[in-house]
């Protein structure tokens, strides 16, 4: 179809964008919604040569399709490596023949690692065509006041004075602070001497019953170990729940499975349980 082209999104092109991610999302999400989306995508510093909101598709300068990416640089073994969450995904109904225009160009980057957090049941066979693979398989809603408490452990939210030192990095620590702003709980617990980072999204579960969904852990051990402290932290704020990606029932804690709701990820490294720091549900709520 001559006049049709897939680029990356230009701030010229927002207004556009989020009348059309109006259109395409109206049962679930409403204007204000991608209104608050897209400017703390303006705000988010990218790695340099990468899009600042993602791509779009357009027809004869008319956007008709979106797809929404979050670049960031993430923690690794050896050296940062380069993440993207594949974000909030819409095509015109006239043009989604054209969708795969949309992911190729989503997609180019080898160096990066792609993740896929709440695709629709329909999209899961095409996101393994294009090379996805899951990390976790459900959720595991656990009640973490019920664990036992941890003598001499303290739980505290980061504060504008918290520095980094050699039990806290500064990437971690920057990473608290970027999530707090989002708008999530930024934890710090304190045993010994040794500070563990936690971030927390609050949202309602059934409608009335808050739980905390775990956005961020060095390790799934260090949630366990101090699930008690911080289960007690959440219960005194009314939060009696907290959901974590899981691939099954987690050991030393209370709590239920809930299998089929797959995230997936695509690229050289590996997503793990207990991170999807930088991602649309850390930062949209």
Same mark, same amino acid.
């Given at each position: 179809m001559s006049g049709l082209r897939c680029r990356e999104i230009e701030a010229r092109d927002t207004t556009a964008i989020i009348k059309l991610l109006t259109t395409g999302f109206r049962a679930d999400r409403r204007r204000a919604y991608w209104e608050n989306a897209i400017r703390i995508l303006s705000e988010h510093p990218v790695p340099p040569g990468l899009?600042?909101?993602?791509? $779009?598709?357009?027809? %004869?300068?008319?956007?008709?399709? #979106?797809?929404? @990416?979050?670049f960031s640089m993430g923690p690794a073994d050896d050296a940062s490596a380069l993440r993207c969450n594949v974000s909030s995904w819409y095509v015109e109904p006239g043009f989604r023949s054209y969708?795969?225009? $949309?992911?190729?160009? %989503?997609?180019?980057?080898?160096? #990066?690692?792609? @993740?896929?957090?709440?695709p629709a049941p329909h999209t899961w066979s095409t996101l393994v065509a294009q090379g996805y693979k899951p990390f976790s398989s459900g959720l595991f809603v656990s009640l973490p006041w019920l664990s036992g408490s941890v003598a001499g452990s303290h739980v505290e939210a980061?504060?504008?004075?918290?520095?980094?030192d050699e039990t806290l990095s500064s990437f971690e620590l920057q990473l608290l602070r970027d999530h707090a702003q989002y708008g999530c709980l930024s934890l710090i617990c304190e045993l010994n001497g040794?500070?563990?980072?936690?971030v927390f999204r609050v949202g309602l579960k059934f409608g009335v019953i808050r739980r905390a969904n775990l956005i961020y852990c060095r390790d799934l051990n260090?949630?366990?170990?101090?699930?008690?402290?911080?289960?007690?932290?959440?219960?005194?704020?009314l939060i009696p729940l907290v959901v974590i990606d899981s691939n099954?029932?987690?050991?030393?804690?209370?709590?239920?499975?809930?299998?089929?709701?797959?995230?997936?990820?695509?690229?050289?490294?590996?997503?793990?349980l207990g991170d999807v720091?930088?991602?649309?549900?850390?930062?949209?709520g």
């Amino acid at each position: 179809m001559s006049g049709l082209r897939c680029r990356e999104i230009e701030a010229r092109d927002t207004t556009a964008i989020i009348k059309l991610l109006t259109t395409g999302f109206r049962a679930d999400r409403r204007r204000a919604y991608w209104e608050n989306a897209i400017r703390i995508l303006s705000e988010h510093p990218v790695p340099p040569g990468l899009p600042k909101y993602g791509y $779009l598709l357009e027809n %004869a300068g008319v956007p008709v399709g #979106v797809l929404l @990416s979050i670049f960031s640089m993430g923690p690794a073994d050896d050296a940062s490596a380069l993440r993207c969450n594949v974000s909030s995904w819409y095509v015109e109904p006239g043009f989604r023949s054209y969708a795969p225009l $949309l992911a190729s160009r %989503a997609l180019k980057h080898k160096d #990066v690692t792609y @993740s896929n957090l709440s695709p629709a049941p329909h999209t899961w066979s095409t996101l393994v065509a294009q090379g996805y693979k899951p990390f976790s398989s459900g959720l595991f809603v656990s009640l973490p006041w019920l664990s036992g408490s941890v003598a001499g452990s303290h739980v505290e939210a980061i504060a504008p004075g918290t520095s980094a030192d050699e039990t806290l990095s500064s990437f971690e620590l920057q990473l608290l602070r970027d999530h707090a702003q989002y708008g999530c709980l930024s934890l710090i617990c304190e045993l010994n001497g040794r500070r563990f980072p936690f971030v927390f999204r609050v949202g309602l579960k059934f409608g009335v019953i808050r739980r905390a969904n775990l956005i961020y852990c060095r390790d799934l051990n260090d949630f366990v170990q101090f699930a008690g402290p911080i289960g007690h932290y959440l219960a005194r704020r009314l939060i009696p729940l907290v959901v974590i990606d899981s691939n099954g029932p987690i050991p030393g804690l209370a709590g239920i499975f809930r299998d089929g709701r797959p995230k997936f990820y695509k690229g050289p490294d590996r997503m793990r349980l207990g991170d999807v720091t930088y991602s649309e549900l850390a930062m949209f709520g």
